[in-house]
Each structure stands twice: as C-alpha cells, then as structure tokens.
C-alpha cells in the first residue's frame, strides 16, 4: 500500500499485508507514543494554564455586568407575593412606640440580660401567647458568654401546629458585624407585631416571636434547644414550649430611628443560602407594597474605589457595574470564609430559609408603619405555602435585588481556575517525582562504587 496512508498503517502495524508485529514491540510503541504525548503535553503546559487563567479571571470580572445577569422571578405559584392587604394602621405604630419607650429605660437603667428576657416574656404572657426564657452559656476558644433567650408562640386555631414561622430580633444589631449596637426598635417590632399579629385568625402556620440575646449566641443557643441539638461547649436550658417544623424565618433589624432604604441579608454558614424566592418575594413585596428602595446588604453606594476612574467614573454604565461588582465582592467575602451575613444564617442549617431585613439608618422618611406593612405582606405571603420552598435556586450570586447570575453563570470561572492550578500543581509533583529518580539512581551508582571499590559506602 502506497502513500501518505499507507505508510501510517505500516508504521503502526495496522497494514493487513505487514508482518505479524511482536506483542513487546507493539508494547514498546505505545509507551513511545505516550512518551511524545506527554512530553508534547507538558511543552504546552505553562501556556494552557495562562490560557486558563486569563479565561477564568476575566469571566469573573464579566459576572457583575447587567448583560450576563438574568432578571428575578417567583417561581412558587402559592405565594402571591402582595396580593393580601394589609390592615398594620398607625394605632399599631403607636403600640410600637410604646414598646419602644419601655425598651429604651431598659437600656437607660443597664438591665440585666435576665432582666430584659423576664420583660419580653410578660409582654407575651399579656398578649396570651405560650412565653418561656432560656438561659445558656457558650464557651469558646476565644471567649464564653452567657445570655438569656425569651420568646412566645402563637398556637394558632385553624391550624394543627405541624409548620411554623418565625419572627425574630436579636437586642444587638448587626451594623459593624454585631459590634454592639442596640436593636432597640428591632426589639420594639416584634413585640408590636405580636401583639398585632395574634389578634387574627387567618394564619396557616403557627407564629413564633423571639427575642435572643446577644447577637448570634441567642439565637443558636435557641435553635440548638428547639431541635434538640446537644454541643460539648453550649449549656443551654431546655425550651417549655415549641411548635412544628419551622419553614421560614425572618430577622428584623432596625437599629436607627428611621430608615431609606431596606437592606437584605442572606448567607448562612458554610455557604448555604436560602431559597431565592424568599428573597423574590421580599423584594417584590418592598418595591409595591412598601415603595422603599431595597439595597443588597447595606451597599448604597459602591465600596470599590470607583473615583480612581477619573471622569470615567461618572459614567452610568461603569457605576452601575462597580456596584453589582460590589455586591458580588460581599457575597464572595461571606461565602469564601464561611460565615454568615446576619443572625439568619444560623436557620439554614436546619433547613430553614431565613433572612434578615436591615433598615438602613438615616433620617428618613420610613419607619414603623412601612416596615410593618412590609413584614406583614410577607408573612402572609409565606403563610401561604402547602410545602417548603424548593421550585427556585439554592445557588446563585445576585448582583442586584432584581438580578442574578445562576449556577452555570458563574461556576465554569472558578473551575477554569481550579483546572489551571490543578495542572500547575501535577507539574510540580511531575518534577519533584523526576528528581526523586535521578537522586535514588545517583545513591545505587555511589553504593554500588562503594562495594566495588572500598566496601560499604556511607553517604552520611
């Protein structure tokens, strides 16, 4: 057989007319052609991995723009997000301002932890709801602290108490990562929405008010007791009064004495993250029912230094992306380091959805009666749900309240990069392999000199 073809075929003993080939000669070309595969492979090694970064960076750097985004849905048909009305009036606001008078002298007379918890459950008792404290103590490798829980459940009586929904404030707000700022009105919410929110009927599931001490201690000493999780570190007294499964949570902080704009807080522990269409309804509910502007976090403006752009960074188009970009940076930052972005993100490991609802401090305009309207149209909207939330993502990266980047979106950067470095590391194992070799092979040969020449030859 002549040609190009047919000197191939000859070459690699596939010619019918050749000679039978040796099985170790055949064995011999198959490791000489891996060894020109590898050795071609590893010459052009260094580029596909700068290929590979360079494809898999610039990727992340696109993921902020508004084009590789998708707008939000609601993807849960039951939740008819703002289709109740909602009957919070100012009567309830001035409830809420009297229990805001009665939490400030708390705060004003430095009382105690068990002093504020008794107070909370006596306002619950008032109201008729089933109220309990719970004392813990955590120890940690840092520090221990100790607190006091209260709390009250709404056995509600259209319901067989199998589900339940709560509503939670801690006393210390989450501004500066819980530096210490008191969450006064947060506090002063709950007790008003207790009070207004037990007077009706309508509900499906039973409502849980609580109020934890500290500021992510309480909450997981709570959590811990109502599910019965028993830590090494936490001491925690044992709850008198629960209810069903808890399906939704929300997480009032209010630490200001007004607010512009409604923050939304939604990463939990180790990366996980709440049903987007918790956060869908929100923010849907806020935009037509409240009409507050909703920010990611507490992100008004970007926290990247946009002014460096010069006059380029007055452009409508380069803020909106150092914004979204912003957004992004935060959600990598509480996702790489496994933290969670708000006392909410204690929930999620018990497959709960939770998130916190941060008003912004500032001189205004809204207040009590917004907040309330909002919470309230969201509560009824997750009273409506026949089963957990699960017809929308459990992953995805939003790059605004209204857009988002899904899965596939931004997983292939990160593989891209996992894959460049991956290559990198097996070259170096490649190396180190190869050096290995040639110094053991250089040991036999000096042994070996040794027991020829002058008996046993140490190196050492």
């Known amino acids: ?29 198959r490791l000489a052609r891996r060894k020109v595969l590898l050795g071609w492979v590893a010459r052009l090694l260094p580029y596909i991995r700068i290929i590979l970064y ?6 992340m750097i696109l993921i902020p723009f508004r084009h590789l985004g998708r707008g939000t849905w609601i993807d849960e048909n039951a939740l008819q997000p703002g289709q109740a009305a909602s009957y919070w009036s100012w009567d309830d606001v001035h409830s809420a301002d009297r229990y805001l008078d009665q939490v400030e002298r708390l705060y004003a007379t430095n009382a105690t932890s ?95 008010f609580v109020v934890n001490d500290g500021y992510m201690d309480g909450m997981h000493a709570w959590l811990s007791g109502y599910h019965s999780v028993t830590l090494s570190n936490l001491k925690a007294d044992p709850l008198k009064h629960i209810s069903g499964v808890i399906w939704t949570a929300l997480c009032i902080d209010y630490p200001g004495h007004s607010f512009s704009h409604l923050g939304i807080f939604y990463e939990g522990l180790n990366g996980r993250l ?14 037509y029912t409240g009409v507050v502007p909703t920010i990611l976090y507490d992100n008004i403006e970007s926290s990247l230094p946009i002014s460096l752009l010069g006059p380029l960074g007055d452009d409508p188009e380069v803020k909106t992306y150092f914004h979204r970009a912003s957004n992004v940076k935060r959600h990598w930052q509480y996702e790489g380091l496994n933290r969670a972005s708000g ?14 609802i941060f008003a912004y401090p500032a001189l205004g305009p809204y207040g009590f009666h917004t907040l309330g309207q909002i919470v309230e149209s969201t509560l009824r909207t997750m009273n409506n749900l026949l089963e957990r939330l699960h017809a929308s993502f459990f992953f995805y990266v939003l790059t605004s309240p ?41 040991v036999r040969s000096l042994k070996r000199f040794g027991d020829d020449e002058k008996g046993p030859f140490y190196l050492f």
């Open 1 to 29: 057989m002549s040609g190009p073809l047919g000197r191939m075929r000859e070459k690699f003993g596939l010619d019918s007319n050749s000679k039978p080939v040796p099985e170790d000669q055949i064995f011999a070309q």
């Open 54 to 59: 360079v494809v898999g960076y610039i990727w």
């Open 114 to 208: 068990a002093q504020k918890a008794s107070f909370i459950q006596e306002e619950f008792w008032k109201l008729g709801l089933k109220a309990g404290v719970q004392a813990y103590h955590l120890t940690s490798h840092v520090t221990e602290v100790s607190g006091v829980n209260a709390y009250g459940v709404y056995a509600v009586p259209r319901a067989s108490g199998a589900e339940a929904i709560v509503i939670s404030a801690s006393w210390v707000s989450r501004m500066d990562e819980g530096g210490g700022t008191p969450n006064m009105r947060g506090v002063a919410t709950v007790l008003a929405l207790a009070q207004y929110l037990s007077k009706y009927s309508l509900w499906a599931k039973d409502l849980i």
């Open 274 to 287: 709440p049903n987007q269409d918790l956060l869908n309804s929100v923010v849907q509910i806020t935009g």
């Open 343 to 356: 006392v909410h993100g204690l929930f999620h490991k018990f497959r709960i959805d939770a998130i916190t």
């Open 402 to 442: 209204r857009t988002f980047v899904n899965f596939g979106g931004y997983l292939a950067s990160a593989i891209l990069v996992s894959v460049a470095m991956i290559f990198g590391g097996l070259r170096l194992w490649a190396l180190l392999k190869r050096k290995r070799s040639k110094i053991a092979g250089l």
